[in-house]
């Protein structure tokens, strides 16, 4: 039974990475200047979650759009170069640049200036776009200009033909699955941090109080429950508010974009250390007492006004133990982009608004509350630690993206270790904070979360030797950023895999650094060699600019099972898909998706092959196949997860 359901979940998971993604459409429309100049306006309409980059990139990164206008009837004079609009400039971390790219709907103009009677321009745009777990090859679409004439154009494609015709309005599509998931993350996540602010000694002693006023001053049992509820949905509706105001204010493009700010982690570094500090107890953070007083007062009226404002002076007066979690859930919302925010104070706000209306249905449950007491600080302390160590995170992407190797990965862990540490010293008593009870003995909880902690500190510890640590590895630099990248003590020579297994390296490959896999980029040669040492292929279509590829050979990749594989079981052939070196005269062939035209380049010679014979056209695309070029496994495309990877590959090279 195990084994059918994990085919039928790799079945499907192949299904929904080997798509074909169409997700830009290019519209075209003139505007006269004067008799002589017009404007020629190219309008991107690039579906949710999906980017465009600049025309201008600097070497090393991502393909820029670049817009190509034919004069060989040198009918019409350029002004100038295609200007586009404002855009988002953001630090990349992976290609360690800034880069500019565009979402929405998105304008790039170019004026012109016609010299001889002329009623159309051609031109075309190549351009690459990507979203947060894939990118496509680069595209090259038409583009028709009808000087003197209003009729919008626009690009479609159906089958393996792109045509140009006039449109009424332009198309756009919804949110593809990946960031549905990321929003159920976010969510997730959200609800257990509401749960960790109601145990707090701000909140929880709120509740038999604030459920005992329900029951007894309404008529009934049922009236008490009612007004419970709309308590809780009271709650639920002002943070909600809050994060509808973040999203309103900032914009949730501009959000996902300063995710990716140096400043922007820097500064939250600096916040999330003082929510820590307030944690633990040094100081408080409060709003104005004349805010509570004047809602407070508001609460008298009575009704669902008044009810209202009972839940509005709840928020303000847990402020200072519930605004240093809301603070941190808005920061990790904002790497999201989008609803993020809006979805995550619904998840915090569902958590404290249940337990209101659960126990005001059933008041005999306060009977089971603990008392409130001095562990309620132990809540709040625990926090602070976790504050802090996840604010070091922030500052190591800073670190990151500056590549100033300050922060380098034994220094994170070490921190971290020295965090958790202390951590388990004051859960186990041997450390007392401001704010602390008197503490005579160490209940059985308290010593379970204390060991807890403990176990996850030492295993944090060969960390600094080089261990992979796969349990925080979002969290701490990547392998290679480290003082000693393969590891202390660790030598290349004689270490095992391809480094030493091929020191004469067959025609054609090469070993793929820093970690030595033999791979190919010749697709003919890499499945002869195949066929000579008798392994099952695995074709990794990528790309120079593609951004998740490089998270898949940074952070799944050098995972020990996964690496093994790729040295010892198959033979890998990676295809850019974004290769601009142009194809030999004896290679150039007339293009199967659009008529008319030939390859010019090897990356869409591989594009090409990916699209026809896949039915997809997104990277990382990974293909296991045998000697007959016949699948072995449904393909995959992005997978972070490395079990999910791991298994792939187990089942696929099984069949070989």
Known sequence: MKNIILAIALLMFGFVNSQV?????WTTSVEKISDTEYQLISTANIDAGWHLYSQTVPDGGPIPTTFTFDNSGENFTLNGATKEGEGHT???PIFEMEIKYFDGESKFIQNITIDKATTSVHGFVEFMVCDD???????????EFYIGDKKELTTETKGDVTTVAPIEKSVKTSEDSATNKGLWSIFFIAFLSGFAALLTPCVFPMIPMTVSFFTKQSKSRAAGIKNAVIYGISIIVIYLLLGIAVTGIFGADALNALATSV?????????????????????EIMLPNSWANKVDSQADRGGLVGIFFMALALAIVSFSCTGPIVGTLLVEAASKGGLAPIIGMFGFSLAIALPFALFAAFPGWLNSLPKSGGWLNTVKVFLGFLELALAFKFLSQADLVLQLHILEREVFIAIWIAIFGTLALYLFGKIKLPHDS???????????????VLTFTIYMIPGLWGAPLNLISAFPPPLEYSESPYGVGYSKLGSGGSASAHVDLPEGAHLLAPHDILAFNDYDKGLAYAKQVDKPVMLDFTGWACVNCRKMEQNIWPNPKILKILKEDVVLISLYVDDKRKLEDDEVVPSQLKPGKNLKYIGQKWS???TIKYKSNSQPFYVLMDHNEDKLIEPVGYTPDVEDYHTWLETGISKF
């Open 263 to 283: 400043w922007f982690n820097v500064i939250f570094f600096i916040i999330l250390v003082v929510f820590a500090v307030s944690f633990l107890g040094a100081f």
């Open 608 to 610: 090409e092959m990916q």
């Open 90 to 92: 953001v630090q990349d």
């Open 438 to 452: 008197p503490l005579t003995h160490i209940s059985v909880g308290r010593l379970s979360l204390g060991l807890v």
């Open 21 to 25: 993604f169409d997700p830009v459409k």
């Open 133 to 143: 777990t894939r990118c496509l090859p680069p595209t090259e679409v038409d583009l």
